[in-house]
C-alpha cells in the first residue's frame, strides 16, 4: 500500500539521521582534549602555568605553609576560639592523628602540581618550537617538581617518586621510596633548572614571578643546608650574589603590594586582585593572608578571622630599636594602621600579625588581596650564608653577612668573637625574627641538630608532648586506606 | 475485541459484516443439543461496545458457546425453565432466562479494576493481562490530598515505591522504587504523555492527571532499557471526553504549620550553659552572665523564623469530545506562603490537549503543558535561627538588625537568622514548556503505525540580591548582585508499529516495534557583582567591584531500538518478551550500545477448570518475570580526557593554566541491573478482597563506582572517575490488599494495605577499601559503602555512658592524655568503647552504628462513603531505618558559643548526674561530638497522613441541572506522628543523614469542586 511505502521511509530516515556517528557523538564544551594538546609553545606556557597553580592554593601557601609557624611556637591559631582551626591546633599541641584535616590538605598540595610538571617534562621535548620558550619551560617544570617534593620530603619523609604522569592503566598504587632518594631527585631536578632557567633579569613585567636561575640556586641551598652539605651552600649563594638581588632598604618593601617582584625577591607566590574567582575554589587568585591574619572583629582589613596571633614568647624575642617589630606585628601602643589604633583584645595573646595585612581603604574585600607571598628572598640567602660559613667553622667570614640583615633591621653588629655554637644561635634567632610568619620557621627547627633543636626549643616553651615522632606528620589515614603499599610513619 | 474499537461504530459495512459473522459463529459452538430451545444474543459491556470471548453456560450442563466478534451468540438448551449463565473475565456474571428473540446481554464491570486500561512503556493493555510488576496509583484517592506537586501525594500509596517530600515551597520530592540500586542516580524515570520529562513534577497539575502508573520490574520496564533500572512513573494527563462540554471548577486554601520545632535554651539558660562551659575549658567567663537568672526568656528566635504558612490555588478545566475530536484544557493558578518568613512559590499551568480522528485509520492529536513558577525567598537559614544566641535581640535600639557584639567567645559569630531572610533577596523564575504532538495511521488489516515527536524546554532565571549591611560586627560593605541564566532544550522522537491480532482459538498477539531518538541541549551563562553606588538601581551593570562572569554548557542524546511481543490464550496463559538495543553520547567508542532484554510469563489459574467456578477465588494470576535494564545517568562526559581552563598570574597579570582534573577512564560504561519477580494478583471471597503480593530480586552489576584515586598519582582524589566494578542486592517483598468490607448503596466501606519489605546489601565494590560518603564539614567519613553491608551504612564510634570520676577516665583505654580537664579527657566526658581492645581510643575503634535504609514501609487507608459524604483515613509508616541527626552535632555540642537545644539541660555537671549527655566544655578536648553512636536514632515512623471529608451536594435537586457535581471538602495532612525521632521531622532523605532539613508541613486544607 502506498501508505506503507511511505512509512518504511520515515522509519529508514530515522535510522539513517540518529544511526549517524554525530548524534551520538558529543565532547565536552568546555574543557581541552588532551589527544591533541599541547602543540605549540602558546599551548605548552599553559600546561606550566598550571603546574605552578597548586603553590597558590591553601593547602599550601596560601593557607597550611604559613600555619606551621604555628606549630613551632611562634603563634597560636586563635581565630573564633573552640574548634575553629582545630586541626591547626592538633598539630600545635603535638596531637596531630592521621585524620588530621591539615596534614591531608598538605599531601594533596603537591601531587598536581608534580603531574604537570610530569606532563610538560613528557611533552615538551619532542615539540618543534622556539628554544628560548621549551628550555624555559622544561627549566620552570624540573624546578617546580624539585620544589614540590621538597615540600613532601620536610614534612612526610619517605613518599613514592612519581616522575612520568600516569593513566587509569598505570600502576596507581606506588610504594614510599626513601627520602634519600627523593633528596637525589630534587637535588638533580634543580641541577638542570639551574641549566635551562634564565636569570630573573631575563623576564619582562608580564613573565616577571615565574621561576628563574637564582630561585633554583637559592633553593638548592635550602636544600643542602638541610641535608647538611655546608660547602655546597656557600658554592651556590655565592653564585646568587652574582645575579643582582639587593636587599630593600626598607623591610616593609618585602611586604608592599606597589613592589611584588621586587629586588630582594628571589621567588614568590604570585597573587592578584580583580580576578573575580570564588575564593574557597582552586582557581582563587587573592590572597588568603591578610582576611585570615587581620584581627578580628576590629575592621582593619577585608576580613579578619584572627589567625596566627603572635606568642608572649616570639615577641620578648624582639631586641630594642628593631624596625621589623613594627612592621611585622601589632601591639598595644603600635603606629596606626591605617588610621586605626590596635587594642589587645583583638586577639586572645594581645597581638596580631601586620606584615601581610592589606588595609581596608585599599582593599575593602576579604577576597581581593593581592599580596604575593614570599618564598625565598635575598635575605634569607645571605642568612644561609652565614649559617653554612659558621658551621664550616669560618665564624669571622660569616658575620657581615648576619650584620647586613641586623643593620638593615635598624640593629648594631653582632657581638664580634662569639664561639661557633653562639653565633648558630645568633644566626637561627634572626631568621626568627627575619622572616617571621613567612612557613620558614618549622623547617629551621627540625633541621638543626636532627630535629632535637626543635624538640627542646618546643620543651623550652611548654609543649611537652612534642616528641621524635611529631617531626614528621603522619601519611594521611585516607591515602592509607586507599592505597595499600603505603607504610605509615613510624609512632602513628 | 480491539479491532472491533478502532473502526468507526456508525459504518454501515458493519451491518453486513454482522450478518456475515453470524453465520460463522455457528461454528464456535462446542456442543450441540438438537432437542431444546435455540437462544440468540448478543452481549455487551457498560459502554454498549460488544464483548468478544464472553462464555455463554446453560447452567448445569457443559452445554456452552462462545460470543463471536460481534458479541453474538447461539446456544441449544434443553428447556424453557434453564438458566443460561453469562460471563466474562472481570465483568458480574448475569444470569438469564431463554426467550425466543434476540437477547441483548449488558454486562458490567465488577468491583475489582481488571478491564482497567493501564499504560505499559509505548503501547497499553488491561489490568488483567498484565505479567509484570506494575503499580497503578487510584487517582481520586491521590486527588483526595491536594497538593502543588503529585509526587507528594503518592506517598505510601503503591507497593515498594518510597517518596520523601521535600518542605520547601516548590521543590520536588525525592522517589524511590524497590530500595536503593546504585550508589550513582537512584530517580526513576519519569515519562508524562509519551515523553520523559527533564524538569520536575511541579510542572504537572495534580488535577490534570488521568491515570500513574509505576512500572517496577524487568519486566515492565526492559522496554525502558538504559532508563529503566531505577523504575518508571508513567503519567498521562486528561484527555476530552466524549459528550457535552464540561466545565470544572476546583478551588482550595489551606494553612500549615511546622509538624515539630525543637526546643532551644533561653537567655538564662544560655547564660548558665556558657559560664559553664568557659570555666570548664579554662577560660573567663562573660562578665554580662553574672547574674544568669536577670536575663529571663531572652530572644525567641525560632518563633520570629517560622510562621504560619498558607497556600490558595484555583484550577479550571474544560473537556468536550464530539464526533471527531476531543479537547482537554485546563488551567491552574497556585500560590503558597511557606512556613518559614519570605518564603513564597507561585505557579501558573496551562494544559491543553486534542485528539482528532480525521477517520477510521488516521487519527491525530498533541498534548501540551506550559507553566511558569516563581521561587522567592530570604536567605534561610535553620541552622542559623537555631544557633543565634538568645541573649542577642533581634534588633537593636536603633532599629539595626543585630550582630554579634563583643569578643567572639561571649557573643558568637552567628550571621543573624532574621535579618538575612529579610533583606536578602533570591528568586527563581522558572518558564517550562512540554509540547508532544502525534499522529496515528491504521494500516493493512492489524497494523498501527504512530509517530510522536516531543518538546521540551526548560527556562530558569536565577537572581540573587544582597545589600549592604553592618550588624555590629558582621560587616558585608559593599552590595553583591549575582544573576544566572539557564537554558535546557529536549527533543525526542518515537516512531513506533504495533500488530495485534485475535486469533480464533481465543488466542492474541501484540507486537510493537520501534524506535527512539532523544537529545538534549544545557546552556547556562551567569555573572556577579559588588559594589553599587545605589541600590536603587539593582542591575549588573551598575555593580562597579569584582565582576565575575562565567557560564558553560552541555549535552547528550541518546538513541534506541526496541521491540516487544504479548502473545496470550484464552485469557488463561500470557507470554512477553522484549529486547531494547540503546546507545548513549555518555559513553565512549566501543561502549556506546547496550541490550536489554526480558521475559515475563503469567498464568490465570482461575481460569482452569478445577477453579473457574469458584465463587472464593473469583481470580487468581501468577506471574514470573525476568529482565536486564540499565543506567546510564553519570555524567555527560565521564569518559572524556581532558584539561580544565583554569588561572594563574604573573606580577599580577593573569594567564591561562590547562589544568588536568579527573584521571582518564575511557572504558566506563552501562551499569546492567537484573531482576527477577514473582507475583501473585488474585481477587477472592466473592471480590471481597483484592490482593497482589510481588516477590523480587534486583542485582545491579556492573555498578559505577568510583574509581579509587590515590593523590599520588596527582589526579584528584574527589572528583574521581568511574568504573564498573560494583554490585547492589535488593530483595523484597511488597503487598497490596483491598477489601470491601461493605458495599451497600447508602454505605460503602472499603480498606487497603500497602507493604513493602526491601533487603539492601552491597555485594562488591571492586576494593578493599570500602567508599566513603556522608561527608559533614571537613570530614567525608559518615557512611560506608561496603561489600557485606547495606550502602550508606553508618560508620564511627560507639559511646559506653559517661565517665563520672577521674579514677575512671585512667582506666579506660587512652583518649586525649593530660591532666588539664581543658585539654584533656576528664569526668563528664564521653566514654567510648575500646573495641580492639588496644588500650588507645582511635579510628580503629569505629564500626557500624546504623542502617539508614527502611526495613519495611506500610500504608493503611479506609474509605468510607456514608450518604452523601465521603471520608477517607490513610496513615502511612516506615520503619527500621536509622537517622543520623546531624542538626545535633550543631545544637549539643556545648563546646563553641552558639545556642543549643534543652535536651543539654540534662547534661553531666557532677558525678551520677548524667550517663548520656557530657559536660559542657569549651574546645570539646575530648572530641565528645565524634560521629559515635551518640547522634544515631530510630528513624520509624507512624503518621496520620491525610484524613479528607468531602460532602457532595444532591446536584439533582439543584433547579435546571446547573451542576455535574458539587462538592466540598476539608483535610488534613500530616496530622500527628509517632516517632523517637528528636529532630524536626522523620523524613530526611534516602541516605538517612539529617542536616538542615526543611521541616514538613502539617497542613489544613478546604475546598471546592464544581461540575458544569
Known amino acids: 500500500m502506498k501508505n506503507t511505502k511511505y512509512i518504511l521511509i520515515a522509519f529508514l530516515s530515522v535510522l539513517l539521521w540518529a544511526c549517524s556517528q554525530d548524534f551520538l557523538d558529543k565532547q565536552p564544551l568546555d574543557t581541552i582534549n588532551t589527544e591533541n594538546y599541547p602543540q605549540t609553545a602558546e599551548e605548552l606556557v599553559t600546561v606550566v602555568n598550571g603546574a605552578y597553580q597548586p603553590l597558590q592554593w591553601p593547602k599550601l601557601y596560601n593557607l597550611r605553609m604559613w600555619t606551621s609557624d604555628i606549630m613551632a611556637g611562634n603563634s597560636i591559631v586563635g581565630a573564633g576560639g573552640g574548634t575553629d582551626g582545630i586541626e591547626t591546633q592538633d598539630m600545635s599541641n603535638f596531637v596531630t592523628q592521621p585524620d588530621n584535616a591539615g596534614v591531608l590538605d598538605l599531601w594533596r598540595g603537591p601531587w598536581p602540581g608534580i603531574l604537570m610538571s610530569n606532563i610538560v617534562l613528557e611533552t615538551a621535548p619532542s615539540l618543534d618550537i622556539d628554544e628560548n620558550i621549551k628550555n624555559r619551560s622544561m627549566g620552570e617544570a624540573y624546578f617546580l617538581r624539585a620544589h614540590y617534593y621538597f615540600i613532601l620530603a620536610r614534612y612526610f619523609g619517605d613518599v613514592p617518586i612519581v616522575t612520568v604522569p600516569l593513566s587509569s592503566d598505570d600502576d596507581l598504587f606506588p610504594q614510599r621510596d626513601p627520602v634519600s632518594q627523593v633528596y637525589d631527585l630534587i637535588i638533580s631536578d634543580l641541577n638542570q633548572a639551574i641549566e635551562l632557567l634564565p636569570p630573573k633579569s631575563a623576564y619582562g613585567p608580564q613573565d616577571l614571578g615565574r621561576a628563574s636561575k637564582g630561585a633554583a640556586l637559592g633553593i638548592l641551598a635550602k636544600v643542602y643546608l638541610t641535608l647538611g652539605d655546608y660547602q655546597q651552600v656557600v658554592n651556590l649563594t655565592t653564585q646568587i650574589e652574582a645575579l643582582g638581588y639587593a636587599l630593600n632598604p626598607d623591610y616593609y618593601n618585602n611586604f608592599n603590594i606597589n613592589n611584588e617582584n621586587g629586588q630582594e625577591s628571589i621567588f614568590e607566590i604570585q597573587y592578584a586582585s580583580d580576578g573575580g574567582f570564588d575564593f574557597w575554589s582552586n582557581e582563587n587568585q587573592a590572597s588568603w593572608a591578610s582576611p585570615f591574619m587581620g584581627p578580628r572583629g576590629a575592621n582593619f582589613v577585608g576580613g579578619g578571622y584572627g589567625w596566627n596571633q603572635p606568642t608572649q614568647e616570639f615577641m620578648n624575642q624582639y631586641e630594642n630599636g628593631d624596625l621589623r617589630k613594627d612592621i611585622s606585628v601589632l601591639y598595644d601602643g603600635c603606629p596606626t594602621f591605617d588610621g586605626n589604633s590596635y587594642d589587645s583584645d583583638y586577639s586572645y595573646t594581645g597581638y596580631n600579625v601586620r606584615k601581610f595585612l592589606v588595609p581596608l581603604s585599599v582593599i575593602p574585600s576579604y577576597d581581593n588581596s593581592p599580596m604575593n607571598f614570599p618564598v625565598l628572598r635575598y635575605a634569607d640567602v645571605l642568612l644561609m650564608k652565614a649559617e653554612a660559613l659558621n658551621e664550616l667553622g669560618q665564624t669571622s667570614t660569616a658575620e657581615p653577612y648576619l650584620n647586613m640583615i641586623r643593620n638593615r633591621a635598624g640593629l648594631d653588629n653582632i657581638q664580634s668573637g662569639l664561639s661557633q655554637t653562639q653565633f648558630r644561635e645568633a644566626v637561627l634567632k634572626e631568621r626568627r625574627i627575619e622572616l617571621a610568619f613567612e612557613g620558614q620557621r618549622w623547617f629551621d627547627l627540625i633541621r638543626v641538630n636532627n630535629g632535637q633543636y626543635a624538640l627542646d626549643f618546643l620543651h623550652s616553651i611548654g609543649k611537652n608532648n612534642a616528641a621524635q615522632k611529631h617531626l614528621l606528620f603522619p601519611v594521611p589515614q585516607i591515602e592509607i586506606d586507599r592505597n595499600p603499599n603505603l607504610t605509615q610513619n613510624p609512632g602513628y | ?1012
Not at chain 2, 517518596?163 to 524511590?176: D, E, F, H, K, L
Not at chain 2, 548526674?913 to 559515635?932: I, Y
Request: net charge negative.
Open chain 2, 1 to 1012: 475485541m480491539n479491532k472491533k474499537m478502532l473502526c468507526n461504530n456508525h459504518n454501515p459495512r458493519g451491518f453486513f459484516a454482522l450478518i456475515f459473522l453470524f453465520f460463522l459463529s455457528t461454528s464456535f459452538l462446542f456442543a450441540q443439543n438438537n432437542n431444546g430451545l435455540k437462544v440468540i444474543g448478543k452481549v455487551i459491556d457498560e459502554n454498549n461496545i460488544p464483548l468478544v470471548g464472553a462464555t455463554v453456560l446453560e447452567v448445569g450442563t457443559s452445554n456452552g458457546a462462545i460470543t463471536d466478534f460481534d458479541g453474538e451468540f447461539e446456544i441449544e438448551v434443553n428447556s424453557k425453565s434453564s438458566i443460561i449463565e453469562v460471563s466474562y473475565i472481570g465483568y458480574q456474571t448475569k444470569r438469564i432466562e431463554p426467550t425466543t428473540e434476540k437477547i441483548m446481554v449488558q454486562l458490567i464491570p465488577d468491583v475489582t479494576s481488571l478491564n482497567e486500561v493501564v499504560l505499559i512503556g509505548y503501547g497499553e493493555s488491561k489490568a488483567k493481562d498484565l505479567t509484570g510488576s506494575l503499580s497503578v496509583v487510584k487517582m481520586d484517592e491521590v486527588q483526595s490530598q491536594p497538593s502543588s506537586n503529585i509526587g507528594d501525594a503518592i506517598q505510601g500509596r503503591a507497593a515498594g515505591v518510597t517518596v520523601i517530600t521535600s518542605g520547601q515551597p516548590g521543590n520536588n520530592p525525592t522517589i524511590r522504587i524497590r530500595g536503593i540500586g546504585t550508589i550513582g542516580n537512584n530517580d526513576p524515570l519519569i515519562v508524562v504523555d509519551g515523553m520523559p520529562l527533564n524538569g520536575g513534577l511541579n510542572q504537572v497539575n495534580m488535577k490534570d492527571v488521568e491515570s500513574l502508573q509505576v512500572l517496577k520490574d524487568a519486566s515492565a520496564t526492559a522496554i525502558y532499557g538504559s532508563r529503566g533500572s531505577n523504575g518508571v512513573v508513567i503519567i498521562t494527563t486528561k484527555r476530552g471526553k466524549k459528550g457535552k462540554g464540561n466545565l470544572d471548577i476546583d478551588v482550595f486554601t489551606a494553612i500549615q504549620q511546622p509538624t515539630n520545632i525543637i526546643d532551644v535554651l533561653n537567655a538564662e539558660q544560655f547564660a548558665t550553659l556558657s559560664n559553664e562551659m568557659l570555666v570548664n575549658g579554662g577560660l573567663q567567663p562573660n562578665p554580662n552572665f553574672s547574674n544568669p537568672s536577670s536575663l529571663g526568656q531572652g530572644t525567641d528566635w525560632l518563633d520570629a523564623f517560622f510562621t504560619t504558612g498558607n497556600q490558595s490555588n484555583i484550577t479550571l478545566s474544560y473537556s468536550q469530545g464530539g464526533e471527531k475530536t476531543n479537547l482537554f484544557t485546563s488551567f491552574n493558578v497556585f500560590d503558597q506562603n511557606g512556613i518559614i518568613i519570605n518564603s513564597e512559590y507561585t505557579r501558573y499551568i496551562f494544559q491543553f490537549n486534542t485528539d482528532t480522528e480525521v477517520n477510521s485509520r488516521l487519527k491525530f492529536g498533541n498534548s501540551l503543558k506550559i507553566n511558569y513558577d516563581l521561587k522567592r525567598n530570604g536567605d534561610n537559614n535553620i541552622q542559623n535561627a537555631i544557633l543565634s544566641l538568645p541573649t542577642q535581640p533581634i534588633y537593636r535600639e536603633d532599629g539595626n538588625y543585630s550582630g554579634p557584639l563583643g569578643q567572639p567567645v561571649y557573643s558568637g559569630d552567628v550571621e543573624n537568622p532574621i535579618g538575612k531572610s529579610n533583606i536578602v533577596e533570591n528568586k527563581i523564575n522558572g518558564y517550562n514548556l512540554q509540547g508532544t504532538v502525534y499522529a496515528e495511521l491504521g494500516l493493512l488489516k492489524n497494523f498501527k503505525f504512530k509517530t510522536l515527536l516531543g518538546t521540551e524546554a526548560n527556562f530558569w532565571d536565577t537572581r540573587t540580591w544582597v545589600p549592604k549591611y553592618s550588624w555590629d560586627s558582621d560587616i558585608s560593605p559593599n552590595a553583591y548582585l549575582a544573576e544566572a541564566s539557564n537554558k535546557s532544550i529536549t527533543l525526542l522522537w518515537d516512531n513506533t508499529l504495533t500488530y495485534n491480532k485475535e486469533f480464533e482459538n481465543r488466542s492474541s498477539l501484540t507486537a510493537v516495534i520501534g524506535t527512539s531518538a532523544q537529545e538534549n541541549k544545557f546552556k547556562y551563562i551567569s555573572g556577579s557583582v559588588q559594589g553599587f553606588a545605589s541600590e536603587s538601581t539593582q542591575t549588573l551593570n551598575n555593580g562597579l567591584l569584582q565582576p565575575t562572569i562565567d557560564g558553560s554548557g552541555s549535552e547528550w542524546s541518546i538513541f534506541s531500538y526496541f521491540a516487544r511481543a504479548q502473545y496470550d490464550y484464552k485469557d488463561k496463559y500470557y507470554i512477553t518478551a522484549t529486547i531494547r538495543r540503546d546507545g548513549s553520547s555518555r559513553f565512549g567508542e566501543g561502549n556506546k550500545y547496550g541490550t536489554f532484554p526480558s521475559a515475563s510469563a503469567a498464568w490465570r489459574i482461575s481460569e482452569e477448570s478445577f477453579l473457574k467456578d469458584s465463587k472464593t477465588v473469583n481470580d487468581l494470576k501468577l506471574r514470573l518475570g525476568y529482565g536486564i535494564t540499565g543506567n546510564q545517568n553519570i555524567g555527560n562526559y565521564s569518559f572524556a580526557s581532558s584539561y580544565n581552563t583554569n588561572v594563574y598570574n604573573f606580577n599580577g597579570n593573569f594567564v591561562t593554566a590547562a589544568v588536568p582534573t579527573v584521571l582518564p577512564n575511557s572504558n566506563v560504561q552501562w551499569e546492567s541491573q537484573e531482576q527477577y519477580n514473582i507475583g501473585f494478583d488474585a481477587t477472592l471471597f466473592n471480590y471481597f478482597l483484592d490482593l497482589t503480593i510481588d516477590g523480587y530480586i534486583k542485582n545491579t552489576n556492573d555498578m559505577l563506582v568510583p574509581q579509587t584515586v590515590p593523590v599520588t598519582s596527582g589526579y584528584s582524589d574527589i572528583y574521581v572517575p568511574y568504573t564498573n566494578a560494583g554490585k547492589i542486592r535488593n530483595k523484597g517483598v511488597e503487598l497490596l490488599l483491598t477489601t470491601h468490607n461493605i458495599d451497600k448503596d447508602k454505605f460503602k466501606w472499603s480498606t487497603d494495605v500497602v507493604f513493602a519489605y526491601n533487603n539492601n546489601e552491597v555485594l562488591s565494590i571492586n576494593s578493599d577499601t570500602p567508599l566513603t560518603t556522608g561527608g559533614i564539614g571537613l570530614n567525608y567519613t559518615l557512611a560506608r559503602i561496603q561489600p557485606g553491608y547495606p550502602i550508606n551504612v553508618f560508620y564511627g564510634f560507639v559511646q559506653d555512658g559517661i565517665f563520672q570520676t577521674q579514677s575512671e577516665v585512667d582506666n579506660h583505654a587512652l583518649q586525649v592524655p593530660g591532666t588539664d580537664p581543658a585539654t584533656s579527657t576528664s569526668p563528664g566526658d564521653i566514654r567510648f568503647r575500646d573495641l580492639n581492645n588496644d588500650g588507645i581510643i582511635n579510628d580503629d575503634d569505629r564500626t557500624f552504628i546504623g542502617n539508614p535504609n527502611p526495613d519495611f514501609t506500610y500504608s493503611i487507608n479506609n474509605t468510607f462513603k456514608i450518604g452523601d459524604f465521603d471520608l477517607s483515613i490513610f496513615f502511612q509508616g516506615v520503619h527500621g531505618n536509622d537517622i543520623f541527626n546531624a542538626n545535633r552535632l550543631y545544637t549539643e555540642n556545648m563546646s563553641v558559643t552558639t545556642n543549643q537545644s534543652t535536651d543539654v539541660l540534662s547534661r553531666w555537671r557532677g558525678p551520677g548526674t548524667s550517663n548520656t549527655m557530657p559536660r559542657a566544655v569549651f574546645g570539646d578536648p575530648n572530641n565528645n561530638n565524634r560521629q559515635s553512636t551518640r547522634y544515631i536514632e530510630n528513624g520509624s515512623y507512624f503518621r496520620l497522613k491525610n484524613v479528607n471529608l468531602t460532602y457532595n451536594l444532591p446536584v439533582e435537586k439543584f433547579r435546571n441541572n446547573v451542576f455535574s457535581s458539587f462538592k466540598i471538602y476539608v483535610t488534613g495532612q500530616n496530622l500527628f506522628t509517632i516517632t523517637d525521632y528528636s529532630g524536626f521531622d522523620p523524613e530526611v532523605g534516602p541516605n538517612g543523614i539529617d542536616m538542615n532539613i526543611y521541616p514538613v508541613t502539617r497542613t489544613f486544607t478546604f475546598g471546592l469542586t464544581m461540575g458544569f
